[in-house]
């Protein structure tokens, strides 16, 4: 009877045990799952590892063989393909948190794992023979215990001063260590040279809490730096948004509105104005390639260097030469892609150039064809003695234009189809009675249709659109 008693106080302390894993395990799966901005795979790898274990210790109590109705056989199988397949998200754990001296290392202790883990699975199905199983993975534990020993003292130094150990990795190598001894105690006792009770799982426990403190470190430490590159691109936004217009000219005769919509928080294009007098304003439209941060600071560049073409503002050719020189030289995996067009109300005229930049378009109130004019020469940034064009057209009242970047007409639908620049002119054409400001609305509500912006789906460049009446 004593025996019995004892007995059940083991298996009960075992499933306790066991609960215990499943639950952190179940949490820290919930986690990743909760934060996948963060994406701290240790998470992932630490719940399976914790779940796994968990799962292991209860096919091997009576308690539980007993309450579902499965062969013996069965739970010997199962638990064989468990502890075969447990030292897969284990190794991956510890490549995620080691430094770079022991990656490689992991690399290809996590090769060996995969290839003992589909052993494990194919060796179950075979039904061969479980002490046969078992016993080589008490070997298969031994080696990697061993080589990882042998690494540890006769692999790599690092070169140079060495770091100190952080507060995580020591807390990591303590219960690593705590739980080596109780797994060399399991291994022994099923090589059979030592008897007693396998208590490998009390060394686990230790060894679990020393997880969870890394991984929760890691994952609060992540977070932290999350939170921190957030602020940090706010500030990016607040200051590019002040690099941009806070309004549009005021010139009799001329009705402009301008709608600039980023992809993220901060973004490549850029427009800007440069008023010579009440009749005559230098309209600028470009785009910066790729996207983000480094898009953002060259159109930062883009706008100190428009600043300073101020006595050049009634030749667009020589507004963007001066652009082009200003930027060679500044960057190496970017360029610029910009319009010009100077307004001259008083006379009625409009020059215009471009740098690779998509053609401006022309919808005269005399003709229902929207024209698309184009006088481009070489991007800027890449060529310091590049040459420009302009072209001059005669303006009459009621005649519109429209200034973009390539976001507004490469916005892919579902299909992948493009929304295009016949239909962007299309559009133009059709809503020539509404006003600038309703038409920028317009054009941006048809294009969030088209793209399925409006539903939720990611916008995949940056817009800017100018639309300008006369």
Not at 117 to 131: E, N, P, T, Y
Not at 140 to 149: G, K, R
Not at 213 to 237: D, P
Not at 342 to 356: I, V
Request: hydrophobic share 50%; charged share 20%; proline share 3%.
């Amino acid at each position: 009877m004593k025996i019995e008693v004892w007995q059940l106080r083991w298996e009960l302390l075992n499933i306790a045990a066991a609960v215990v894993l499943l639950s952190l395990g179940a949490v820290a799966i919930v986690l990743f799952l909760s934060r996948r901005k963060i994406r701290e795979l240790t998470l992932i790898y630490f719940g399976l590892f914790s779940i796994l274990y968990g799962l292991r210790l209860l096919t091997t109590l009576q308690t539980i063989q007993f309450s579902l109705e499965f062969s013996p056989t069965f739970w010997l199988y199962l638990n064989w393909v468990i502890t075969g397949t447990i030292i897969l998200p284990f190794g991956l754990f510890l490549h995620q948190v080691a430094t770079e001296r022991f990656r490689r290392f992991f690399g290809w202790l996590i090769v060996f794992q995969a290839a003992f883990a589909v052993w494990a699975i194919l060796g179950a199905a075979l039904r061969v023979s479980l002490k046969t199983l078992f016993l080589s993975n008490n070997l298969m534990v031994l080696v990697i215990f061993l080589t990882s020993a042998l690494f540890l003292v006769f692999g790599p130094r690092p070169a140079g001063r060495r770091k100190p150990v952080s507060r995580q990795m020591l807390v990591f190598i303590t219960g690593f260590l705590i739980w080596v001894l109780f797994i060399l105690q399991a291994n022994l006792l099923g090589l059979k040279i030592l008897s007693g009770l396998n208590v490998e799982f009390v060394g686990f426990l230790v060894f679990v809490g020393c997880l969870g403190y890394v991984t929760a470190s890691l994952s609060f430490a992540k977070e932290e730096s999350l939170l921190n590159l957030n602020k940090e691109l706010e500030i990016a936004r607040q200051i590019q948004a002040s690099t941009l217009p806070k309004e549009v000219p005021r010139i009799a005769g001329l009705e402009v509105a301008a709608r600039y919509v980023p992809m993220s928080a901060v973004a490549g294009d850029f427009y800007d104005f440069l008023a010579v007098d009440e009749r005559r304003v230098g309209i600028l439209v470009a785009d910066v390639t790729g996207h983000g941060v480094p898009a953002a600071l060259i159109a930062s560049m883009l706008k100190v260097a428009f600043a300073g073409q101020a006595e050049n503002a009634k030749e667009p050719a020589r507004v963007l030469a001066g652009l082009n020189r200003a930027l060679c030289g500044k960057f190496e995996e970017h360029f610029v892609t910009a319009a010009y067009v100077f307004l001259d109300l008083e006379k009625g005229l409009m020059r215009y150039a471009g740098a690779g930049h998509p053609p401006l378009l022309l919808a005269p109130r005399a003709k229902k064809e929207v024209r698309s004019i184009e006088e481009n020469g070489l991007m800027l940034g890449l060529f310091p003695e590049a040459e420009y064009a302009s072209l001059e057209i005669a303006l009459q009242t009621g005649d519109r234009c429209l200034l973009y970047t390539d976001g507004l007409f490469e916005a892919m639908n579902a299909g992948q189809e493009e929304f295009g620049k016949a239909r962007l002119a299309q559009f133009l054409n059709s809503h020539r009675g509404d006003s600038a400001a309703r038409l920028t609305a317009a054009l941006l509500e048809e294009i969030g249709r088209w793209s399925g912006h409006t539903e939720g789906r990611r916008q995949e460049d940056d817009i800017t659109l100018l639309v300008l009446d006369f």
